[in-house]
């Protein structure tokens, strides 16, 4: 259904009205790729990330998510993504047990597969002993870790993760990145937003957006080079000024 690139994005424009949002991005994201999609808060980020998730459609461009047109086939787009909001998408008064097979049923897994599964989750991040607890009562870090398994539960295409660490302390969000890698190992798109510059050199490729367009596109690395920058939060300083 797509060659190399799952994501495509031509010319893509989000309008409210008078203010530009979005403004004509361009960029294409690979097949197993770690994509950071960096800025400040309100540099268009979350605006395009719900267009590619299809809840939102652009004012005006092409977009193509895992080969589906974002305009015609929404539905085939929600079923082969995940999903994990900057403001945290598991139910604080269900348990973890049934965080992990309300998102299953929705994904459409049968009752053997979320029996298996489950299991499987609980052991890897060691929850086995929360299984029965209410999500409002676990540490953040916890519901972080949580909020992510659940949304590659079903091994989606891409997963796209909308600032998923902010507010947890630096181990915790070393600890989520190490989750990241292992999607990606296992042929998981991601597709991750941050406002922090440092998450950036964990990525393969970012993009950095200032004001609703992308200013810069390229390997960590290279843009430190390019920018004569020691880190990307120089980078980002250099861009932003």
């Known amino acids: 259904m797509y060659e190399n690139n799952i994501i495509s994005v031509k010319n893509l424009t989000k309008k409210f009205g008078d203010f530009t949002a979005n403004d004509n991005l361009n960029f294409d994201v690979k097949k197993g790729e770690i994509f950071g999609f960096l800025g400040a808060n309100g540099a268009g980020k979350t605006t395009a990330i719900k267009i590619f998730c299809g809840l939102s459609y652009p004012t005006s461009g092409e977009v ?13 787009i929600k079923r082969n993504i995940g999903y994990m909001s900057q403001r945290f998408s598991l139910y604080e ?3 973890v047990k049934e965080n992990i097979r309300f998102y299953a049923r929705i994904y459409g897994l049968s009752k053997i597969e979320i029996k298996e599964k489950t299991d499987e989750l609980l052991e890897k991040l060691n929850f086995t002993h929360a299984l029965n607890k209410r999500i409002k009562d676990i540490p953040l870090g916890w519901k972080q870790k949580l ?5 590659v539960f079903h091994n989606p295409e891409i997963v796209f993760l909308d600032e998923p660490t902010g507010g947890v302390d630096p181990i915790t969000r070393r600890q989520f990145w190490d989750l990241i890698y292992e999607a990606s190992e296992n042929g998981i798109t991601v597709f991750v937003t941050t406002h922090y510059m440092d998450e950036a050199e964990y990525c393969d490729r970012v993009s950095i957006m200032d004001a609703g ?3 810069a596109i390229g390997k960590p690395e290279e843009l430190m080079k390019h920018y004569d920058a020691k880190t990307m939060d120089a980078v980002f300083l250099k861009i932003a000024r």
């Open 147 to 151: 909020a992510f398994s659940t949304a």
């Open 64 to 76: 193509k998510i895992a080969g589906y047109d974002i305009y015609k086939e929404t539905e085939e």
């Open 213 to 215: 367009k992308i200013e």
């Open 93 to 95: 008064d269900l348990t």
